[in-house]
């Protein structure tokens, strides 16, 4: 098993080396024969090749069978001119040209946050989402254009480009218990989204067993914050997607918990939902638990290893219960440790 690591900026190299402890230790439990193979991505690619995706970073990326990232960004990159070659920009060019149009983020309520978030009591129990984000298409990657004085952007969707995420969403909402999907769009506007719509429609035909559900997204903003335990498979637009999915992040209590696996293509991309943090980079107080969780996904969709995912989770869980604590989720009763710490203490419990 051969993972590529692209650490990128800010807090990257700090929580991905965190992770790479707990494989480590999985690795050792479970014999899974892990190498690495580092890349430069990101801001620290440009200040390198000029390029936050360079040629010599794809390379390596195409010997491996998955990847794990950090983040990409800082404010020094953002007015490099043109902004394509922003780092954010590799970020987009590694999805698109490894073909991963399905981003599936999981958010799960913690009790052990429960003082963390804002719900009250009991309001969150037994929560238990995955948004599924389409990552490839819509206005990410549409036609775009700007002058000094107006600029635009499109949202362009074809209809196998909506299938095939639609279809994968599905698919997960029917092999899990309560087998709910909510689609999102905003089809009382957008063609895009009545296109959407249209397509989900037929797909669900195929999947009597599962129970549907559209919901506007100004609508399904309000919804996640009143009744977020309605929710279970939730398939939408990639803009729709990411404005969903760190809003739902205050749900487990801190963004610094959202793991993503970012799958439809050979090598799979497996990455924290956050981004650098450049404000706490370097100090060793970011939470690598989103990252640690991501790599948990890698071994449950790459390596297809359930009980080493489990291994990492059951650790994750058990630190948070004995109330160890990045300061992101620390109280005044908590033990707080650093990045480097939380990834040890993971580590010890596998
Ligand atoms: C995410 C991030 C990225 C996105 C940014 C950094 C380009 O916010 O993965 O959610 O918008 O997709
Ligand atoms: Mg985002």
Known sequence: MKIAVLKGDGIGPEIVEAAQVVLNKVDEKFNLGIEYAEALFGGAAYDV???????????????????????????????????????????????????LYCNIRPIKYYDFLADRVIWKKGLLDGLDIVICRELTGGAYFGKRGHDENSAYDTIS????????????????????DRKILHSIDKANVLDSSRLWRKVVNEIAVEYPE???????????????????????????????????????????????????AS????ISLFEPSHGSAPDIAGKNIANPIATILSAAMLLRFSAKNEAAARAIEDAVNAVLADNIKTPDLADETSKVVGTMEMAQEIAARI
């Open 263 to 266: 799958l439809g293509g050979k």
């Open 157 to 176: 969707y074809s209809r196998p480009e909506i299938e095939r995420i639609v279809r994968d969403a599905f698919e997960m909402a029917k092999n899990r």
């Open 49 to 99: 090749y000029g390029n936050p995706y360079p040629e010599e970073s794809q390379k390596i990326v195409e010997q491996c069978d998955a990847i794990l990232l950090g983040a990409v960004g800082a404010p020094k990159y953002d007015t490099i001119e043109p902004a394509d070659l922003r780092p954010e920009k590799g970020l987009l060019a590694i999805r698109k040209s490894l073909g």
């Open 210 to 260: 599962v129970e549907l559900h559209h919901l506007y997204v100004d609508n399904a903003a309000m919804q996640l914050i009143v009744n977020p335990t309605q929710f279970d498979v939730i398939v939408t637009e990639n803009m729709f997607g990411d404005i969903l999915s760190d809003e739902s992040a205050a749900l487990g209590g801190s963004l610094g918990m959202l793991p993503s």
